[in-house]
């Protein structure tokens, strides 16, 4: 049974950083790609930033433009875990942030169809006050 444990919230001021992180529990190695996606109060879940983590585009990333230069994947292979490095807060980024996989190879790795990512993990909240 795959797992996606997230950890790494929490409550930052406008310019501060947070470090969310998402262990892949249960998966022999990696799934084809994972993503970051949040969902603000009263408004719809989306993809935040999306990458290969495995097959021949490992690696490859793409961010959306709220947070493109403000937040970076990293990789612990060792670990099977995902980091975000969100800097540059800003209060709306504030929302509850969830990890994604899917398991299904081929093919290209985006936000939508949310339908296309098969494990989800259970949240962490990030509050950015101004």
């Known amino acids: 049974q795959v797992q996606l444990v997230e950890s790494g919230g929490g409550s930052v001021q406008a310019g501060g950083s947070l470090r969310l992180s998402c262990a892949v529990v249960?998966?022999?190695?990696?799934?084809?790609?994972m993503g970051w996606f949040r969902q603000a109060p009263g408004k719809e879940r989306e993809g935040v930033a999306i990458?290969?983590?495995?097959?021949?585009?490992?690696?490859?990333?793409s961010y959306a433009d709220s947070v493109k230069g403000r937040f970076t994947f990293s990789q612990d292979n060792a670990k099977n875990t995902l980091h975000l490095q969100m800097n540059s807060l800003k209060p709306e980024d504030t929302a509850m942030y969830y990890c994604?996989?899917?398991?299904?190879?081929?093919?290209?790795?985006?936000?939508?169809?949310?339908?296309?990512?098969?494990?989800w993990g259970q949240g962490t909240q990030v509050t950015v006050s101004s």
């Open positions: 994604a996989a899917r398991t299904r190879m081929g093919g290209t790795c985006a936000a939508s169809p949310e339908e296309s990512y098969n494990y």
């Open positions: 249960g998966y022999s190695y990696w799934p084809y790609c």
């Open positions: 990458i290969y983590t495995d097959g021949g585009s490992t690696g490859s990333t």
